[in-house]
């Protein structure tokens, strides 16, 4: 199960069979820092016990979707920044997938989905060790309309498109590792261009939204704006007020954890919208989703 191009992008890709858990394997792998440097990646097409945000189970048949873990060493100082990471993870993989769907309306869920056409197809899940961060995220690729989970669910394979599993990881950490140095260069997602990409890419903003707030609270209103922490900004009863803490401010018992007062955004109405590409001081990261890729 070679992985060549994203081999190039990476210092170390190593893929299995089969695992329980690429994040749980990784973490096993995240003190050795010379054996395991930043970037360095676990895929499978059979992963048995994969988790996704708050707990809940990440199945899939087997060969029917890759899982891939990254582990990220160079991190930015400030824990606000380090609340990025999951949405840097977001955006690379919305563009990723997009780049073999140009057809197709790709975007990101906030906090941790990519979506195609209003439905899901990738969930991403960031966890902590000691001095490192781990994200995971799992892609519906060869799944079949029969296999999908839930009818909100999707898949390149119930597209009609036999998806490129090598050419996605190499554009995923290509873009990640672009994101996620720049986050560091400049100390803030304002600054590194991370927020506006963000931004521009997430389905969840202008949308009638249900956040379902600890302790069994719950609040409708209209999903605002991002702030400058990642967190999203909910309209309700004519307020505008940050009912979801940043995805992954500090560490708690090995995951990136967010604050008290954060909610779950359990529903959504999605109009879509175009998919740009990554900019970073004016520059392209990767070409606009449907660009055909240039020779070498």
Not at 90 to 112: F, R, S, T
Request: aromatic share 2%; glycine share 12%; proline share 7%.
């Amino acid at each position: 199960m070679p992985f060549p191009l994203a081999s190039e992008v990476a210092p170390r890709v190593e893929s299995v069979a089969r695992t329980g858990s690429t994040n749980a394997d990784l973490r096993a792998h995240a003190a050795d820092a010379i054996g395991w440097p930043h970037l360095s990646t676990l895929v499978t097409r059979d992963q048995t016990a994969g988790r996704g945000r708050l707990d809940r189970t990440w199945v899939a048949p087997e060969g029917s979707a890759i899982a891939v873990s990254v582990l990220l060493r160079e991190l930015p100082d400030e824990p606000a920044a380090r609340g990025w990471l999951p949405l840097a993870a977001g955006v690379a993989m919305c563009d990723a997938i997009a780049a073999q769907l140009p057809e197709h309306e790709v975007a990101v869920k906030w906090p941790n989905d990519v979506l195609v056409d209003g439905r899901k197809i990738c969930g991403i899940l960031a966890e902590a060790t000691a001095d490192a961060v781990i994200i995971g995220a799992g892609v519906n690729t060869a799944m079949t309309s029969a296999q999908l989970p839930v009818p909100t669910a999707t898949s390149f394979g119930a597209l009609g498109v036999a998806a490129d599993d090598d050419r996605l990881l190499a554009a995923y950490l290509r873009l990640l590792d672009a994101l996620v140095s720049e986050l560091n260069a400049t100390g803030g997602a304002l600054q590194s261009g991370l927020h506006s990409a963000a931004t521009a890419r997430c389905a969840t903003l202008g949308q009638a939204v249900r956040v379902s707030m600890p302790g069994g609270h719950v609040v409708e209103g209209t999903a605002a704006a991002l702030d400058a922490d990642g967190r999203l900004v909910v309209t309700a009863g004519g307020a505008a007020r940050d009912l979801c803490g940043r995805c992954g401010a500090r560490a708690s018992g090995g995951k990136l954890t967010r604050r008290s007062t954060d909610g779950d955004v359990a529903d959504h109405r999605h109009n879509g919208g175009v998919t740009q590409p990554v900019t970073l001081g004016g520059r392209p990261l990767m070409p606009p989703p449907g660009t055909p890729p240039r020779s070498s």
